[in-house]
């Protein structure tokens, strides 16, 4: 994702006075646009679309890390055996 420096980051006050303008900019380019107090960044706008990207990623990564830390553990076993208990518990 690549920022534009001089459209992308914008003191808070121009976010109050100029929102609907803002919010379209973020929907419309799919950039985030990083808000400043005083001279430093302050909070990020983001789409709507791009948070759900970032979280489904996020969860994943979340599973991924569970998963190789249950390797890492021993917390494994054969994907037959799994497969059975869970045609069982299914009732397949």
Do not use: H
């Not at 985030?32 to 791009?50: C, E, H, Q, R």
């Not at 998963?67 to 045609?87: C, N, Q, Y």
Request: glycine letters at 2%; charged letters at 35%.
């Amino acid at each position: 994702m690549n920022i534009s420096y001089k459209e992308d980051i914008l003191p808070v006050s121009e976010l109050k006075k100029n929102t609907r303008r803002v919010l379209e900019q973020v929907r419309r380019t799919q950039r985030p646009v990083i808000l400043t107090v005083n001279g430093k960044a302050n909070s990020v706008l983001i789409d709507v679309d791009s948070y759900e990207k970032q979280m489904k990623a996020l969860n994943l990564a979340g599973m991924l890390l569970q998963a190789e830390k249950d390797i890492t553990e021993s917390k494994i076993r054969p994907v037959d055996s799994f497969l059975k208990e869970f045609k069982r518990d299914q009732n397949l």
